[in-house]
């Protein structure tokens, strides 16, 4: 295997420190990833080392330049995952959701959730109707990590309709926030499953990752943003139009929901069929319905879904 070598002249004093890290963390992380040898000379990086280690430590550094041009600064996490990134051998196929963490990869089961991963990547606005266990919600939050990670937008915010399902919000203890936590949960159960618990915190934190209840929306603009609305079936029209009203530039929104599970009162007409109805025309506007063929938990649950489904028992009983 030839010998190569490669230089990369820095742009400014400071590039160097930038690229190679706090005490050459970064350094030390592409250098034992890649394997090629790493040398400072005056005002130029140096590469030697194989044909293919120069040029995956080169492209490397190319993304990393491409992340301090943008951001100021390149975290560890960042570094890893333009590694692994560059490294991976798991096999992809077109439907794929890389999430570029080691051999972790989100494959949808289902011709409709093929269909719905692939109008997400195509379209910026998405509505998506489907019974529960049909993967809309998991699929939709692993697209948004995918957007995230190969920094297509900078941010994501999930956001649900806290709608009062029998149980009332003034009578649960703790703040607004604490009262509307069990309506966001399953968002964030969704993403623990995908990344590591620590990781997740770390987004959170730095608000990286937001999680809000609907009406947090109101009079904000979100630009670069991956935006997740579920349980959609429980918003009003007014609602709705509000919420569809935050995309800004560079941003994309998904919308999920389950029309047989709406919480509102039998007199108020759904947002989501009523926005389906008006936009679904729209060029840049898909809509995707998954069926009880698309349900990927316990096998019970698709019986579940299709036993509510089919006239109740009582009436049967009424009319024998």
Same mark, same amino acid.
């Given at each position: 295997m030839s010998h *190569?070598?490669?230089? =990369?002249?820095? @742009?400014?004093?400071?590039?160097?420190?930038? @690229? #190679?890290?706090?005490?050459?963390?970064?350094?030390?992380?592409?250098?034992?990833?890649?394997?090629?040898?790493?040398?400072?000379?005056?005002?130029?990086?140096?590469?030697?080392?194989?044909?293919?280690?120069?040029?995956?430590?080169?492209?490397?550094f190319k993304q990393l330049r491409e992340t301090i041009k943008r951001d100021g600064i390149a975290h560890d996490a960042v570094v890893r995952r333009i590694l692994e990134r560059g490294n991976s051998t798991v096999p992809v196929t077109a439907e794929s959701i890389d999430l570029f963490e080691k051999a972790k990869r989100i494959q949808p089961k289902s011709e409709g959730q093929k269909k719905y991963v692939d109008t997400i990547r195509k379209e910026d606005l998405i509505f998506c109707k489907g019974p529960a266990g049909c993967g809309k919600t998991y699929l939709?939050?692993?697209?948004?990590?995918?957007?995230?990670?190969?920094?297509?937008?900078?941010?994501i915010v999930l956001v649900r309709p806290a709608v009062e399902a029998g149980e009332k919000l003034g009578f649960l203890p703790g703040d607004m926030m604490a009262k509307v936590n069990p309506y966001l949960r399953p968002l964030v159960d969704?993403?623990?499953?995908?990344?590591? #618990?620590?990781?997740?915190?770390?987004?959170?934190?730095?608000?990286?990752?937001?999680?809000?209840?609907? *009406?947090?929306?109101?009079?904000?603009?979100?630009?670069?943003?991956?935006? =997740?609305?579920?349980?959609?079936?429980?918003?009003?029209?007014?609602?709705?139009?509000?919420? @569809?009203?935050?995309?800004?530039?560079?941003?994309?929104i998904v919308v999920t929901g389950d029309a047989t599970q709406s919480d509102l009162p039998g007199d108020v007409q759904s947002g989501l069929d009523d926005a389906i109805r008006r936009l679904g025309q729209i060029r840049g506007v898909g809509v995707v319905e998954l069926s009880g063929s698309d349900i990927v938990r316990h096998r019970l649950v698709r019986e579940i879904v299709q036993a509510y489904e089919e006239p109740s028992h009582s009436n049967r009983i009424s009319k024998s």
């Open positions: *190569a070598t490669a230089t =990369i002249p820095l @742009l400014h004093p400071d590039e160097a420190r930038l @690229l #190679f890290g706090p005490g050459d963390s970064h350094l030390r992380q592409i250098r034992e990833s890649l394997g090629a040898t790493i040398v400072l000379r005056g005002d130029t990086i140096v590469l030697e080392g194989t044909d293919e280690q120069v040029e995956s430590t080169s492209g490397a939709a939050v692993a697209m948004a990590l995918n957007a995230l990670r190969s920094e297509k937008v900078r941010r969704a993403m623990n499953d995908m990344l590591n #618990f620590e990781q997740v915190r770390l987004y959170m934190e730095n608000d990286v990752v937001e999680i809000a209840p609907l *009406a947090f929306m109101r009079g904000r603009t979100l630009n670069d943003t991956f935006i =997740i609305l579920d349980e959609a079936q429980n918003t009003t029209i007014t609602q709705m139009k509000m919420f @569809l009203t935050r995309m800004g530039e560079g941003s994309k």
